[in-house]
């Protein structure tokens, strides 16, 4: 399940979309503060202060809460999905996060997120860096403050952004073969990206 939800995660549609809402739930928009606070538990501790951060206001619009002054670009969890996630990405990404944002919004699959990007990838349209990081922070709604933004349990994730990285030119498996294990994803696609889930 996680290997899932961290998937959909990877091609923008999880976290970023704006459109896409979970009917089911009572949508409930925290304060900035609070929004903030959540955006910052996937974040490393050197990069909190200057890190920029995206939220929502009070229609569910994706807005910038707070500007930035490092590398760091964080996104606060969409209280129109159900749990709670939050990610900071290394900013030279944001194109390609941008991009997955608008094909979400247009209604594309996420399969279509995939191909389109990689196209446009391979085009030229979007520029990916060599390498680029991005943090996952997961939990439960009933482990999540919306008012104060602290959450009291979760699990940090991590995901190295390195197109077309393959396990020859890298050296990384593209199965883990125990918990925890750093591996290989989309090997040798524009998207590829290695994956690491700390084991519990």
């Given at each position: 399940?996680?290997?899932?939800?961290?998937?959909?995660?990877c091609?923008?549609?999880?976290?970023?979309s704006?459109?896409?809402?979970?009917?089911?739930?009572?949508?409930?928009?925290?304060?900035?503060?609070?929004?903030?606070?959540?955006?910052?538990?996937?974040?490393?501790?050197?990069?909190?202060?200057?890190?920029?951060?995206?939220?929502?206001?009070?229609?569910g619009?994706?807005?910038?809460?707070?500007?930035?002054?490092?590398e760091?670009?964080?996104?606060?969890?969409?209280?129109?999905?159900?749990?709670?996630?939050?990610a900071?990405?290394?900013?030279?990404l944001?194109?390609?996060?941008?991009?997955?944002r608008?094909?979400?919004?247009?209604?594309?699959?996420?399969?279509?997120?995939?191909?389109?990007?990689?196209?446009?990838?391979?085009?030229?349209?979007?520029?990916?860096?060599?390498?680029?990081?991005?943090f996952?922070?997961?939990?439960?709604?009933e482990?999540?403050?919306?008012?104060?933004?602290?959450?009291?349990?979760?699990?940090?994730?991590?995901?190295?952004?390195m197109?077309?990285?393959?396990?020859?030119?890298?050296?990384?498996?593209?199965?883990?073969?125990?918990?925890?294990?750093?591996?290989?994803?989309?090997?040798?696609?524009?998207?590829?990206?290695?994956?690491?889930?700390?084991?519990?």
């Amino acid at each position: 399940m996680l290997n899932k939800v961290f998937l959909s995660l990877c091609v923008s549609t999880f976290f970023i979309s704006v459109s896409a809402q979970d009917s089911t739930k009572e949508v409930k928009i925290p304060s900035k503060e609070a929004q903030v606070r959540t955006a910052l538990y996937a974040a490393p501790d050197d990069k909190k202060e200057g890190a920029m951060i995206y939220g929502y206001d009070q229609d569910g619009g994706l807005i910038v809460l707070r500007p930035g002054t490092n590398e760091l670009i964080c996104l606060s969890d969409n209280p129109n999905k159900s749990g709670i996630s939050a990610a900071c990405y290394y900013k030279e990404l944001e194109p390609f996060m941008a991009r997955g944002r608008e094909l979400t919004a247009q209604g594309k699959s996420t399969t279509e997120t995939r191909e389109i990007r990689s196209e446009e990838i391979k085009a030229g349209k979007i520029k990916m860096p060599e390498a680029g990081m991005l943090f996952v922070y997961s939990a439960k709604e009933e482990d999540h403050n919306s008012n104060t933004g602290d959450i009291t349990e979760g699990d940090l994730r991590y995901v190295i952004y390195m197109p077309f990285a393959t396990p020859e030119s890298t050296g990384i498996s593209d199965k883990p073969s125990v918990a925890g294990m750093p591996w290989l994803m989309d090997p040798g696609t524009p998207r590829a990206h290695i994956m690491i889930t700390p084991a519990k």
